[in-house]
């Protein structure tokens, strides 16, 4: 990713947030936290201090991941991973992962939080060998979410 993909990116982050978490996160909620972790100060910090990959149909980004850096212990997050809906199923987010893989040499295991309920992303974790290793509640912009933490093991 580049600084100028961010507002592809961000557009990205905006449909596929609403269309993943209806029913699940209040609406005002989600735009909230949108405005908060795709703002440009936020942004900049992601391109500076973690891995940003986009994936791109006929030219333009239809989706995006975001990984940390590999930390001490050999644990690599997987903060993001998202594709527009209508591109979800064409193995653009199996490219983005191993993409993700590809850049955190030296990672032993790879983590993601992923709300319960969000059963598209956990049947694309488990899916790909992720298994679930903890629950924990999340205070997301005055909503409390159900999170469970996936690991990958390398």
């Not at 998202?82 to 032993?108: N, R, V």
Request: glycine residues 10%; proline residues 3%; aromatic residues 8%.
């Amino acid at each position: 990713m580049k600084p100028k993909d961010i507002p592809a990116v961000r557009a990205v982050a905006e449909a596929s947030w609403h269309a993943a978490y209806a029913g699940i996160i209040p609406p005002d909620a989600q735009d909230r936290f949108l405005r908060n972790a795709y703002g440009d100060e936020m942004m900049a910090r992601r391109l500076a201090r973690s891995v940003m990959l986009v994936a791109e149909c006929a030219g333009e980004i239809v989706g995006f991941a975001n990984f940390s850096r590999v930390r001490e212990g050999g644990e690599a997050e997987l903060a993001a991973i998202y594709l527009l809906p209508g591109h979800q199923g064409e193995g653009l987010g199996t490219a983005l992962l191993q993409a993700g893989l590809a850049e955190s040499a030296g990672a032993k295991f790879v983590c993601a939080n992923v709300e319960a309920d969000n059963r598209t992303g956990m049947n694309f974790y488990t899916a790909k060998g992720f298994k679930a290793v903890g629950e924990f509640e999340d205070e997301l912009e005055g909503h409390t979410s159900r999170m469970v933490r996936m690991r990958l093991e390398l």
